[in-house]
């Protein structure tokens, strides 16, 4: 049997990080099982789903290089209506499902009367039964449509990540699978979507928990196999609370982009959440799907932890081939007014600096200097900056003019002697150094910033 996931976002404006992890596991799942991991957009919610909503899901998973299969046939449940209606019309003809033609007032005293005695809403009046006699059909009414739950027993199955998990039927109500107009209800597109896309593994949030009894009647009625089911555990915020845009924590995918965190990493984190193997923490997505299994996935909700995800990030972009960094950092150095990037070439620049920076902005700002001076502190300038010290620039600038072959050694060749001469520590030398040509205190080896910054410029900024 080929194992087939699914990932099954409703647009909601936003791809939430919660949802990439689902989406990450159901990945991994099948990709570790040679299986398809497909997308189904569940946009029956007509004000929410608007072709933008949908297109942010699509970007955001492009983006994140989660690459589902089947990408020409991703399912938009709009598009299966007539398809819902058919097997709402078969339920109603196998006596699986039956009209009701209860009004608002009817159902809102039953709902008042179940919560007085704890037993499930709809009192089944309609529910047709052997022996027993049905109300008049009232005139000008539209039927819903209700599914016939089982009436005893109960409805089990073994999640995957959670154990046993059994729910007794009478707990459960006839539900309605379509609305008076005809539309079908969630819980009923999601089970023929999952049976005509053949899934065999349901991995999803355990807000879920409470409908998969629901779903597998259903299937059981329909005469589908039921699939496994894993229902993964929230994510909380670092305060411990379920995470959510309303509480102000960030949850857009794209957002966790802006702030220069890589797709690779961003995935890494996420696998964290929830599932280990062993004490690591740094892994590609290769090493990921070999590792995961779902056995491995706490049923316990995890928490977020940002420095973590940053701290990941950094050992990303330490990974990161530097001709792809620098292609991924032009927007971010245009924003800062920098778009020449060929002296000193970019990827060099790289080379020396990316092991200074745990997000792409921190790294883009790390750039600028070796192409412009930048502005210094107030609190640098005040820490290693007087009359001396600029006195002491212009004569180490005689020096460095003196270098013949223009590269780090030969100007780390010259710190010692000078420092001798002019009776200073290294500090005294190398702080208003970097001051004067960078502008910034906080540089990698000054000898190396200053073999790439290149010697005309570095007289320049220094004689200025
Ligand atoms: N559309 C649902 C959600 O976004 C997922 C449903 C499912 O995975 O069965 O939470």
Redesign the pocket.
Known sequence: MTVKT?F???PTGYLHIG?VR?ALFSWAYARKHKGEFLLRI?DTDLARSTAESVNIILDGMNWIGLHYDNADNVVYQTRRFDRYKEVIAQLLESGHAYHCYCSKEELEAMREQAEKEGTATYDRRWRPEAGKSLPPIPEGVEPVVRFKTPLDGATAWHDLVKGDISIPNEALDDLIIARADGTPTYNFC?VVDDYDMGVTH?I??D??VN?TPKQINILKAIGAALPEYAHLPMILNEQGRKISKRSGDTVAITDFGAMGILPEAMLNYLARLGWAHGDDEFFTMEQFVEWFDLKDVSPSPSRMDLKKLYWINGEHIKITPNDQLAQLLQKRLAVRGLTDTSQPPLEDVLALVKDRAQDLNTLADECLYFYQKQTPAETDVQKHWDDEAAARMLRFADKLEGVAEWNAESIHDLFKPFCDEENIKMGKLGMPLRLAVCGTAKTPSVDEVLALIGKEEVLRRIRS
Do not use: F, I, K
Request: proline share 7%.
């Open positions: 699914r099954a976002p409703s949802g689902t569940e999601v349901v999803r949030g807000d879920h409908n």
